[in-house]
Every structure is written in structure tokens, then in C-alpha cells.
């Protein structure tokens, strides 16, 4: 029994605001969605966790996280975490002509 007051509760909930296409560049990981566009510098990322069916990618320049829903999230969190560390890298090859 609670006097004088109540008991206030909060709970955050995902909920799907755009879908589209995410791509993983040597810099940037990009958002393309049908009503907004992200791209996110690999340099900001702070964190990367795998959920079931996403990432959820916290970056140095937003409050709150943004959720991606991918398949094969522990790949994409470990290529993202390499390619921003710089332990992966492109290397081109020249055309054997």
C-alpha cells in the first residue's frame, strides 16, 4: 500500500520507424530507408551489441542507440569493430590484363 503518492514506471520499447538497406563501408556505416537516411562515421561508433535479430550501434554524437535489424548479427557487430579499428582493411588488386 502506498500514502500520499504513486508509483511511476518507465519502459522504452522498439519500435520500427523506416526500413532499408544497411551498408558497411572502410569509414561509414550507412542507412539507406524509404523515409530517412543515416550514416553513421566508423570513428564515432562507441559500441556495437548483438541482439537476436539486430545490432545496436551507440555512437559519441546521440543520446540514444539505434537499433538495425540484420541478419547474422555477431558477424556484422565483428566486421563493424575490425573495419573501425582498422585491423580490416581493402587492398586493391591490379587488373592482370
Known amino acids: 500500500m502506498y500514502v500520499g503518492g504513486g508509483v511511476s514506471e518507465s519502459e522504452q520499447r522498439l519500435k520500427q520507424i523506416d526500413s532499408?538497406?544497411?551498408?558497411?563501408?572502410?569509414?561509414?556505416?550507412?542507412?539507406?530507408?524509404g523515409r530517412e537516411n543515416r550514416a553513421i562515421q566508423l570513428s564515432d561508433v562507441l559500441?556495437?551489441?548483438?541482439?537476436t535479430d539486430a545490432i545496436e550501434v551507440s555512437t559519441a554524437h546521440r543520446a540514444k542507440s539505434l537499433v538495425f535489424i540484420v541478419l547474422n548479427p555477431v558477424i556484422w557487430r565483428l566486421l563493424i569493430e575490425h573495419v573501425a579499428s582498422g585491423k580490416f582493411s581493402v587492398v586493391s588488386k591490379p587488373d592482370d590484363r
Open 20 to 33: 532499408g538497406t544497411l551498408t558497411l563501408t572502410t569509414k561509414r556505416l550507412v542507412f539507406d530507408g
Open 47 to 51: 559500441s556495437v551489441k548483438p541482439r
